[in-house]
């Protein structure tokens, strides 16, 4: 289709992608009810598909809602569902918090494995170079390297580097911004920490769910912000409370059947 005719027939072709992208959406959604309708939750057996998702098993391209939603076509969102797990929003929540976990110590190993092996190499241990900062020659192996790839090094030697990164620590640790930001890290610890012991304490309302990896919070008033915006955020305690007081808990399971309850999205499955 040329630039020429869609000038022409702007409105038309507007109306046909629309329609197109509606008859898509409608389509995608009957078929992931009745995918789910066959699929429960592969930990708990869970059969309500109002609380059951699509668990990637590994890095997604995109949520298969946004794909469903956005009129793509069932055959690309099928390729999607292909690369999920289904799970019931409780069980998401605690796999999603196990393999958070699981790459936080993935990670701290790497690291610690990767520090250790850029410096088994013949050539950084036999080559020799002269700092631009101390002006000594040292071997290679005590300037850190600029790319593993290319086994290319830093000009400044590792101990200048650090010498260097400790003054502008001491020089800018009483600085406004470090100030800031140290209080910002300690207010959000005090509010996370808060907000655990309060659902320790405060089961689902619902089902009596203790679990605090589940639980949410449900707004039962007008609300201001998320909780856990006000978390990231640093925001006072005494706002947080008085949000955390429009509240009940309930946990993800039962908020999602609340919630559809409320707007009858049940009609999806129509």
């Known amino acids: ?46 059969t309500d598909i109002v609380v059951l998702e699509f ?6 391209r995109g949520d298969v809602s946004t794909y469903a939603n956005g009129g793509r076509t069932w055959r690309r969102v099928l390729q999607e569902i292909s690369k999920c797990d289904v799970r019931c929003a409780n069980c998401h929540r605690r796999m999603t918090a196990r393999r958070a976990a699981a790459r936080a110590s993935r990670a701290q190993s790497s690291s610690r494995q990767r520090r250790a092996a850029v410096q088994l190499d013949l050539r950084s241990a036999v080559d020799r170079q002269r700092c631009r900062v101390c002006a000594q020659e040292k071997p290679l192996a005590e300037f850190g390297l600029r790319s593993i790839a290319t086994r290319t090094h830093h000009h400044i030697c590792l101990e200048c580097q650090r010498a260097v990164t400790k003054l ?4 800018r640790r009483g600085g406004p911004v470090h100030a800031i930001r140290k209080r910002g890290t300690a207010r959000r610890d005090v509010l996370a920490q808060y907000v655990f012991s309060y659902l320790t304490d405060h089961p689902c309302v619902d089902c009596k769910q203790s679990d605090p990896l589940v639980l949410e919070f449900d707004h039962r008033r007008t609300k201001t912000a998320n909780v856990s915006d006000l978390v990231r955020s640093a925001a006072s305690l005494s706002e ?18 609340r919630t559809v309850m409320e707007i009858g999205g049940y009609r999806l499955g129509a």
Do not use: F, S
């Not at 992608?17 to 429960?40: C, F, G, K, S, W």
């Not at 949000?243 to 993800?252: D, F, M, P, S």
């Open 55 to 60: 668990d990637h098993r590994e890095e997604k």
């Open 240 to 257: 947080m409370v008085a949000e955390i007081e429009k509240c009940e808990v309930r946990c993800a399971n039962c908020h999602r059947r």
């Open 168 to 171: 502008l620590y001491a020089t």
């Open 1 to 46: 289709m040329n630039a020429a005719y869609y000038a022409r027939n702007r409105e038309r072709e507007k109306a046909r992608l629309v329609a197109q992208t509606n008859a898509r959406r409608d389509e995608n959604r009957r078929n992931i009810v009745a995918y789910l309708l066959v699929h429960p939750c592969i930990d708990c057996g869970e």
